[in-house]
């Protein structure tokens, strides 16, 4: 059984940095197409970025484009985000999702098969 598990969630200030981490467990990483989603309090989950199985190629949303990095760590199973230049409209809940399909929208959670229970991430101004 799949699982994964997010880390690196916390408060900074606008401006700061963190990195989430997100452990797969249970299978290879490269078996699946890998994403980070976000939820706010009254908000829809909304996707962040992507990337597929080998790394090459990476897909941002466009208000963290040039701010957030995704990247994979296939001998640690481990899928990063790099998130630089916070802002306030940034904090959220933070979710980690894998999927088995080909040719998937990466937008949609609908397209996902397992997620994360979330990583609580506060950007304060």
């Known amino acids: 059984q799949v699982q994964l598990l997010e880390s690196g969630g916390g408060s900074v200030q606008a401006g700061g940095t963190l990195r989430l981490s997100c452990k797969v467990s249970?299978?290879?990483?490269?078996?699946?197409?890998m994403a980070w989603f976000r939820q706010a309090p009254g908000k829809e989950r909304e996707a962040v970025a992507s990337?597929?199985?080998?790394?090459?190629?990476?897909a941002y949303t466009t208000s963290v484009h040039g701010r957030f990095i995704i990247s994979l760590d296939n001998p640690r199973n481990t899928v990063y985000l790099q998130m630089n230049s916070l802002l306030p409209e940034d904090s959220a809940m933070y979710f980690c999702?894998?999927?088995?399909?080909?040719?998937?929208?990466?937008?949609?959670?609908?397209?996902?098969?397992?997620w994360g229970q979330g990583t609580q991430v506060t950007v304060s101004s």
């Open positions: 249970g299978r290879n990483i490269v078996e699946y197409y």
């Open positions: 999702a894998a999927s088995s399909a080909y040719g998937l929208n990466w937008l949609r959670p609908s397209s996902y098969d397992y």
């Open positions: 990337i597929t199985r080998d790394g090459e190629s990476p």
